[in-house]
């Protein structure tokens, strides 16, 4: 995933294109290509950076701690959140991988919790303290960040905890 953000980003760089119309809008024919395209899209250096870096990190937890479920909660964290996206939030263009970063985030602290095993609760735990002041930000402060997003990958995330901790 993230190699395609920066292959994308680098093409919108190189060829001044403006790939924005890949993200969601809401509640629209054209908005629907966006429930795929939207995590791809950033609209700046800093955006993408700040999506890089949780998603590897994220990413990489989830996949080495949890290589059983992984891909079915990647997959609904960021299928599931650009769909809820595209029902729920404001009419604008969302772009970028928060909601992903999000659900992730929610998933990781939430499945420990609700799994109660030592070692999910030590994740979630850790997690928690490294990543846990980013739920701040799914108060809508800044009209042009998509707090929509955020929140929305940290239900997906929150509800794949619980679901999945409940499966043997």
Same mark, same amino acid.
């Given at each position: 995933?993230? #190699?395609?953000?920066?292959l994308?980003? #680098?093409?919108?760089t190189?060829?001044?294109i403006? /790939?924005?119309? +890949?993200g969601?809008?809401?509640r629209? +024919?054209? =908005?629907l ?6 995590? /791809? ?7 993408? *950076? ?7 990190? +994220?990413g ?10 992984a891909?079915k909660?990647?997959?609904q964290c960021?299928?599931?959140?650009? $769909?809820? @996206?595209?029902?729920? $939030? ?6 970028? *991988?928060?909601g @992903?970063?999000?659900? +992730?985030?929610a998933? /990781?602290?939430?499945? =420990?919790?609700? !799994? !109660?095993?030592m ?6 735990a $850790?997690?928690l ?6 739920? /701040? ?7 042009? @960040?998509?707090?929509?997003?955020h929140l929305? =990958?940290?239900v @997906? =995330?929150?509800v794949? *905890? #619980? ?6």
């Amino acid at each position: 995933m993230v #190699f395609f953000m920066w292959l994308l980003f #680098f093409v919108e760089t190189k060829f001044k294109i403006d /790939l924005g119309f +890949l993200g969601v809008y809401p509640r629209t +024919l054209y =908005g629907l290509a966006g429930i795929a395209g939207m995590p /791809l899209v950033h609209a700046s250096v800093f955006h993408i *950076a700040s999506n890089t870096i949780p998603i590897l990190i +994220l990413g990489s937890a989830l996949y080495f701690f949890y290589p059983k479920i992984a891909n079915k909660v990647f997959i609904q964290c960021y299928f599931f959140t650009s $769909a809820l @996206v595209w029902i729920f $939030a404001k009419p604008a263009n969302h772009i970028g *991988a928060s909601g @992903v970063v999000y659900g +992730l985030a929610a998933f /990781l602290i939430l499945y =420990g919790w609700f !799994k !109660k095993d030592m070692k999910s609760t030590f994740i979630s735990a $850790a997690v928690l303290i490294i990543y846990g002041g980013i739920f /701040l930000k799914m108060i809508p402060a800044n009209p042009w @960040v998509s707090w929509e997003a955020h929140l929305l =990958g940290a239900v @997906v =995330g929150a509800v794949n *905890a #619980f679901i999945l901790s409940r499966n043997r």
